[in-house]
């Protein structure tokens, strides 16, 4: 789970506003913050800024799951490559031959950035790789 501590932590290290410069959120504005990484809802005044905490959230988010994938972060659930590909039917969001190229070029990474291994490949594409 990510927390407000680490939402706090890369806001201070690369929240920017929108004309670039360093972000400092109020103290409501960081309670609002620990709420959304409590799921809670929190209802706030117009102006409040709710739309640009949520947008540093989400920032927050997203580079602390990237950082994941290089070991910095430790994962709370992992979902792999064939339950990912399980809902989407006979048409697939990422082609055999595109994971099949990346792993032909670098197999650890390829392996680490989609979420398999042979045997999750085989039983997403219904065959090994090669």
Not at 27 to 47: D, I, S
Not at 67 to 94: C, N, Q, R
Not at 98 to 126: H, S
């Amino acid at each position: 789970m990510i927390t407000t501590d680490m939402c706090l932590d890369y806001i201070k290290k690369y929240g920017k506003d929108p004309y670039g410069r360093p972000v400092e959120l109020f103290p409501a504005q960081k309670r609002f913050l620990a709420n959304l990484c409590e799921g809670k809802l929190t209802n706030t005044p117009r102006c409040f800024g709710k739309t640009f905490v949520i947008d540093l959230y989400c920032k927050a988010l997203d580079y602390y799951t990237d950082s994941i994938k290089w070991g910095e972060t430790e994962a709370d659930d992992y979902i792999s490559l064939s339950e990912m590909l399980e809902g989407f039917g006979p048409v697939k969001p990422l082609s055999r031959h595109c994971i099949q190229d990346a792993y032909n070029t670098n197999a650890k990474l390829a392996m680490r950035e989609y979420n398999f291994d042979e045997a999750d490949f085989k039983k997403a594409y219904g065959e090994e790789l090669k």
